[in-house]
Nanobody, 122 residues
Framework: QVQLVEFGGGLVQAGGSLRLSCAVS????????IGWYRQVPGKQRELVAS???????NFADSVKGRFTISRDNAKNTVFLQMNSLKPEDTAVYTC????????????????WGQGTQVTVSS
């Protein structure tokens, strides 16, 4: 099995910063793309940022220039640095990873974390 655990959510004032982390553990053979998604009640979940195993990043237009994503492959951890936060960034942020396990090399499974609440006050 594979587990994703997120850390770093909380309450921050507009203009402030938060850093989220997502640690992936378990019977991992390799981790491909890792992404951060967010969702607010009544809206669809949206991709915030993603990073491939090679370091290629992708960002939602709404966070470009404010958020950065990075990963520590040795620790199977991805980080989302969120700066200049706005009230509209308030959401549950969830980590997703495309993982190949040692039990099924060659097959990619999609795993989700439990989510962490980010609240930005105005």
């Amino acid at each position: 099995q594979v587990q994703l655990v997120e850390f770093g959510g909380g309450l921050v004032q507009a203009g402030g910063s938060l850093r989220l982390s997502c640690a992936v553990s378990g019977r991992i053979f390799s981790i491909n793309t890792i992404g951060w998604y967010r969702q607010v009640p009544g809206k669809q979940r949206e991709l915030v940022a993603s990073i491939t195993s090679g370091g290629t990043t992708n960002f939602a237009d709404s966070v470009k220039g404010r958020f950065t994503i990075s990963r520590d492959n040795a620790k199977n951890t991805v980080f989302l640095q969120m700066n200049s936060l706005k009230p509209e960034d308030t959401a549950v942020y969830t980590c997703n990873a495309d993982v190949t396990t040692t039990q099924a090399v060659g097959v990619i499974y999609h795993y989700w974390g439990q989510g962490t609440q980010v609240t930005v006050s105005s």
